[in-house]
């Protein structure tokens, strides 16, 4: 059983900052790669960042410059600090937890930028 569990969703003004937090926890023994998606209403799921074990990270362009990914390994854990926040980045946030084999999701936290 795994669980994965995020944190430090809110509301926002536009051009303030949020850090999310997402803990991985119970058997899971090894980890390819971390990362958050977000959803909006009315869009579908797409790819914020995401950091391998190897430490490669990927940012959509939407992001870049504006959000930092980063983890702690040893304790399954992986932040996204996000600055100088939009309106179009109002959306659920999902934490993923990617071992060699499957995937696992958080339950979303809600992140809303005000204009």
């Known amino acids: 059983q795994v669980q994965v569990v995020e944190s430090g969703g809110g509301l926002v003004q536009a051009g303030g900052s949020l850090r999310l937090s997402c803990a991985a926890s119970g058997s899971i023994f090894s980890i390819n790669a971390m990362g958050w998606y977000r959803q909006a209403p009315g869009k579908q799921r797409e790819l914020v960042a995401a950091?391998?074990?190897?430490?490669?990270?990927h940012y959509a362009d939407s992001v870049k410059g504006r959000f930092t990914i980063s983890r702690d390994g040893a304790k399954n854990t992986v932040f996204l600090q996000m600055n100088s926040l939009k309106p179009e980045d109002t959306a659920v946030y999902y934490c993923?937890?990617?071992?060699?084999?499957?995937?696992?999701w958080g339950q979303g936290t809600q992140v809303t930028v005000s204009s």
């Open positions: 950091i391998t074990r190897g430490g490669n990270i």
């Open positions: 993923n937890i990617a071992p060699p084999m499957g995937a696992y």
